[in-house]
């Protein structure tokens, strides 16, 4: 049994969808889009409590103009960002923040030096087992070492590197 509220809805429903189909195809040229926005006003107009607002075609219409409008900013923002976009890559320029870049190579130029700090054998097992991605056993074999001895060096380069980090702070 259908209760009336809901038959009242669905005859709300059946008058005016058409209508707003078409108010909506005429001006965006896309079924899929006429139909969503149409949703979209029958679900504002049944959040407002005053049930008057739904008799009126000029309140639904507003709603929809109103609707249209909205969508139209939203692809102007898109529009304008995806322009820029564009031009700062055409002319070379970095998206990120300057000072975040001059910070990432303040803190690279630190990484380096104390990498340079290094003893010689410490800092080519630490290379090989991070940036060369060489698991501990074939380092530990190549240098005649045992595998925790690869740990001790690899260790002791890694709390090098973040006491140099830690006293850029």
Do not use: C
Request: charged content about 35%; cysteine-free.
């Amino acid at each position: 049994m259908v209760s009336k509220e809901e038959e009242k809805w669905a005859n709300f429903h059946r008058d005016y969808r058409p209508a707003l189909i078409a108010f909506f195809l005429r001006r965006t040229h896309d079924y899929a889009e006429a139909e969503d926005l149409s949703h979209e006003v029958f679900i504002r107009i049944a959040d407002k409590d005053d049930t008057a607002f739904r008799q009126t075609d000029a309140y639904i219409f507003q709603v929809a103009a109103n609707l249209l409008r909205d969508r139209g900013r939203r692809s102007q923002v898109r529009s304008d960002y995806a322009s820029r976009q564009r031009l700062s890559d055409e002319l070379g320029i970095d998206p990120l923040d300057p000072h975040r870049i001059s910070v990432g190579r303040e803190s690279l130029a630190l990484l380096t030096s104390a990498l340079e700090e290094l003893p010689e054998r410490t800092r080519q097992i630490f290379m090989l087992f991070r940036y060369e991605q060489i698991d501990q056993r074939t380092i530990a074999e190549s240098f005649g070492i045992s595998v925790s001895a690869v740990e001790k060096h690899v260790h002791r380069a890694m709390a090098k590197l973040i006491k140099a980090l830690g006293e850029k702070a």
